[in-house]
């Protein structure tokens, strides 16, 4: 039932977030803050398509070790039995952070006072948290990227919104006739608005200025993709993966006559992102 980051004992812990902590933003920053030494992340995990930081990706965010929880196991438990759950796995506990709004047990039934059952355990219950009037949630961020509002998603993360693809073969357009691309595929990340973004590529532990294409390619073959492009020349060893941060949203998709007019619209594109990073 329990899984976890790195190999540790749980009877070490003596204090845990519990949550789903998709996106790693900065409210759940400020939730583990109030973590001790010894604290950990309790993640509630459930199966879903499209999150912002999938499964173990939710660990490169935080010092604590991770465990975590599947919401299939759980969610018929009574909050009688989460809690005896809870004090049978960490024996050492002495604090328990959640959110104003954490849900726990059968049909939602149990609130954070309810936790208060533990003896000898705080819990710290954190208020919800906003950015001048907007408040800080993983849906929240989801509706930003989902209407090209990069700069917004990204101030309430705390970070450039980045997903993590597979390199794989596309059609050989781009380098022998448009601009060289690295096709990418990705499972699991939730995926902007479709349209042509600033980004930077991770390759390699190594930060490149890029531009990133999502969605149909209308003008050849009107199939899905994620294509980014480096802007600055370089010869890349093989690589099977990579990273794209998205920094700002350039243009949306839309179809060309023939493949003169989109080169002519991508060379706009590159100029306009080399501009942005002062190439």
């Given at each position: 039932?329990?899984?976890?980051?790195?190999?540790?004992?749980?009877?070490?812990?003596?204090?845990?977030?519990?949550?789903?902590?998709?996106?790693?933003?900065?409210?759940?920053?400020?939730?583990?803050?109030?973590?001790?030494?010894?604290?950990?992340?309790?993640?509630?995990?459930?199966?879903?398509?499209?999150?912002?930081?999938?499964?173990?990706?939710?660990?490169?965010?935080?010092?604590?070790?991770?465990?975590?929880?599947?919401?299939?196991?759980?969610k018929e438990m009574s909050v009688e039995d989460f809690i005896l759950f809870?004090?049978?796995?960490?024996?050492?506990?002495?604090?328990?952070?959640?959110?104003?709004?954490?849900?726990?047990?059968?049909?939602?039934?149990?609130?954070?006072?309810?936790?208060?059952?533990?003896?000898?355990?705080?819990?710290?219950?954190?208020?919800?948290?906003?950015?001048?009037?907007?408040?800080?949630?993983?849906?929240?961020?989801?509706?930003?990227?989902?209407?090209?509002?990069?700069?917004?998603?990204?101030?309430?993360?705390?970070?450039?919104?980045?997903?993590?693809?597979?390199?794989?073969?596309?059609?050989?357009?781009?380098?022998?006739?448009?601009?060289?691309?690295?096709?990418?595929?990705?499972?699991?990340?939730?995926?902007?608005?479709?349209?042509?973004?600033?980004?930077?590529?991770?390759?390699?532990?190594?930060?490149?200025?890029?531009?990133t294409f999502i969605g149909n390619r209308l003008s050849t073959d009107s199939?899905?993709?994620?294509?980014?492009?480096?802007?600055?020349?370089?010869?890349?060893?093989?690589?099977?993966?990579?990273?794209?941060?998205?920094?700002?949203?350039?243009?949306?998709?839309?179809?060309?006559?023939?493949?003169?007019?989109?080169?002519?619209?991508i060379s706009k594109d590159i100029q306009k992102a080399k501009e942005y990073?002062?190439?």
């Open positions: 039932m329990l899984k976890s980051s790195i190999t540790f004992k749980n009877k070490d812990i003596d204090s845990i977030a519990i949550g789903g902590f998709d996106g790693m933003h900065k409210a759940h920053l400020h939730l583990l803050s109030h973590l001790d030494k010894n604290g950990a992340l309790l993640i509630v995990q459930k199966e879903s398509a499209f999150s912002l930081t999938p499964k173990e990706r939710r660990c490169g965010y935080t010092k604590h070790p991770c465990i975590f929880l599947e919401f299939e196991k759980i809870i004090k049978k796995n960490f024996p050492s506990l002495k604090k328990i952070v959640v959110g104003y709004d954490f849900r726990f047990a059968k049909n939602r039934s149990g609130k954070p006072d309810d936790l208060k059952m533990l003896e000898n355990v705080e819990v710290v219950v954190v208020d919800e948290q906003k950015i001048g009037k907007i408040p800080i949630h993983a849906g929240t961020i989801k509706e930003f990227l989902k209407n090209a509002n990069i700069e917004a998603a990204n101030k309430l993360l705390g970070r450039e919104y980045a997903i993590t693809a597979r390199v794989i073969k596309g059609q050989g357009l781009g380098r022998k006739k448009l601009f060289a691309t690295f096709n990418l595929d990705t499972d699991n990340f939730f995926i902007p608005k479709e349209g042509v973004y600033i980004t930077f590529a991770t390759i390699n532990e190594r930060r490149y200025p890029s531009l199939k899905f993709s994620i294509e980014t492009h480096i802007l600055e020349e370089e010869a890349f060893d093989e690589t099977f993966e990579l990273s794209v941060s998205f920094l700002s949203y350039l243009r949306e998709n839309r179809k060309f006559e023939n493949l003169d007019d989109l080169k002519e619209e990073f002062k190439l």
